[in-house]
């Protein structure tokens, strides 16, 4: 990305979310804005001061959340405020020991943080050591008793990413546990496990695997959704399956999802927000999709009609309409059914031209 010499006003949300930004260049006349100098080999557009040096500060934060690349916190800030919310293309952070205030929602949405680390030397915030240990990186306070993650001592700035695998003797999970963080490779949850927030995995982004220990009596992996997909469900008659009436937990399901025959509805935002589905498989059978379904599917790259043996219709129709901004890229197919994938594709595009040149391009 390339910024001219001219610019002199950027809105504060300009670049919001934009994931996938490698470079950023502006020219070195630009009275007004400049890369920052303090913060390591990241790209971090800032104001210039009065003596035409761009640095970050405390006051002085990413300008139209404009920033990528691996970020370390220079040692002359003392806190991090909300600015680099939504600074998707940040690859990693590096918090020195001067830090002593993180905003609770400092890193919202910086889905492409694979790597978190923070000085030992600080004396108020660490990686949780009961969950480093196995991969994962969750930023939590230190306090008298260590620096150890729980529901009282959860996640600071959104700033978690790796394996999560929760101790056990952990019962509950809340809202604030790993919503709208980094990348997350795997969550593993324990036996003593019986209770979760229904936004506690909201927004997490490229999970691949979730497992439950088979001691659990509370939740399991549903068994009636492909065998790619991992969403967790309660256990009822020590069966997992998901209906109806036994919704996914959490809002975090991944991989491809099989809709099973007997699911006839898709709620109005139906998995929004998520960010860790790949795929889904769309039967005949399905009678309704509401509005808003998989509003935002960030990762969603195959869409499989199956067992369409007559004119795609109703179901293709509500699957143009009400998937909302899913920044799609990828094939769609048919299965199983009498209507080519080739027909399938031909059908949407000369049916719903507008919407579905909306959302077919990232």
Not at 159 to 174: K, Q, R, S, Y
Not at 193 to 208: E, H, N, P, R
Not at 282 to 308: G, M, Q
Not at 321 to 334: A, L, M, P, R, T
Request: glycine share 8%.
């Amino acid at each position: 990305m390339s910024l001219c010499t001219e610019l002199s006003n950027i809105d504060e949300h300009a670049f919001i979310c934009c994931n996938g930004i490698k470079d950023i260049k502006i020219s070195p006349e630009n009275q007004h804005f400049g890369l920052a100098t303090n913060v390591g080999k990241a790209k971090v557009l800032v104001k210039k001061d009065s003596h035409g040096q761009a640095l970050l500060s405390d006051l002085n934060g990413p300008v139209g959340h404009l920033a990528c690349g691996n970020l370390e916190i220079p040692s002359s800030m003392t806190s991090i405020s909300r600015s680099f919310w939504g600074c998707s293309s940040l690859t990693s952070v590096s918090i020195p020991a001067s830090i002593v205030s993180i905003d609770n929602s400092a890193f919202l949405f910086c889905f492409s943080i694979s790597k978190i680390s923070v000085d030992n030397a600080n004396e108020k915030f660490g990686l949780a050591e009961n969950l480093k240990m196995n991969g994962g990186s969750v930023v939590v306070k230190k306090t008298p008793d260590g620096c150890n993650w729980s529901n009282e001592n959860n996640c600071v700035g959104h700033l978690a990413c790796g394996d999560i695998v929760i101790p056990e003797g952990t019962t509950e999970l809340n809202s604030k546990f790993i919503n709208c963080v980094g990348k997350i490779n795997k969550i593993s949850l324990p036996a003593s496990l019986t209770s979760i927030d229904s936004s506690a995995f909201s927004y997490v982004a490229g999970c691949k695997k979730i497992s439950i220990s088979d001691k659990n009596s509370t939740y399991g992996l549903a068994e009636n959704v492909g065998k790619n997909c991992y969403g967790i469900v309660k256990k009822i008659n020590n069966k997992c399956e998901w209906s109806a009436s036994n919704d996914f937990v959490g809002e975090l399901v991944c991989g491809h999802l099989v809709i099973p025959e007997t699911i006839t509805v898709l709620p109005e935002y139906f998995l929004m927000g998520n960010f860790s589905i790949t795929g889904i498989t769309i039967p005949s059978t399905l009678l309704k999709i509401e509005d808003f379904v998989l509003r935002d599917a960030k990762y969603l790259s195959e869409i499989i009609f199956d067992k369409f043996n007559s004119s795609p219709g109703f179901v293709v129709y509500r699957t143009v309409y009400s998937f909302y901004e899913i920044h799609w890229n990828g094939v769609i197919k048919c299965t199983n059914s009498k209507v080519s994938s080739e027909e399938m594709l031909d059908y949407m595009k000369s049916n719903f031209e507008n919407q579905f040149q909306y959302w077919t391009h990232k």
